[in-house]
């Protein structure tokens, strides 16, 4: 198998106010279908789905990888459809903070060191 790409399918409680959290945070939206939208930021794509179950939401996780963590910060600080984000802290690695969504899924955006 040669794997060429992979999107993941995000859910959403509230697919109006989703719709508008990532377009917030810097990802531009196609319309697939009613119940479909694909967000683009560069080369990166998610699908967020008309579709919501609690336990999944609860334990969705995605890594966002950004070259600036601070604009990253500042623009997702702004966000009025975020539901909670942390300072951005130090790790061995690189830098990280905490975002999370309207659906209850958490966002580690994250940059690392060169």
Known sequence: MNVTNI????????????????SEIGFKPKFVTDNLTLFQNGACF?????FYNQELADNFMLQICVSDLKEAFDLCS????????TPI??????????????????????????
């Open 7 to 22: 999107k993941v399918f995000v859910p959403s409680k509230d697919y109006e106010v989703s719709k508008l959290f990532y």
């Open 46 to 50: 998610l699908y967020l789905q008309r």
């Open 78 to 85: 702004s966000s009025k459809h975020k539901t909670r984000i």
């Open 89 to 114: 802290q130090p790790e061995e690695w690189g830098k990280v903070f905490y975002l999370w969504g309207p659906a209850g899924e958490l966002l580690h955006i994250t940059e690392f060191d060169s």
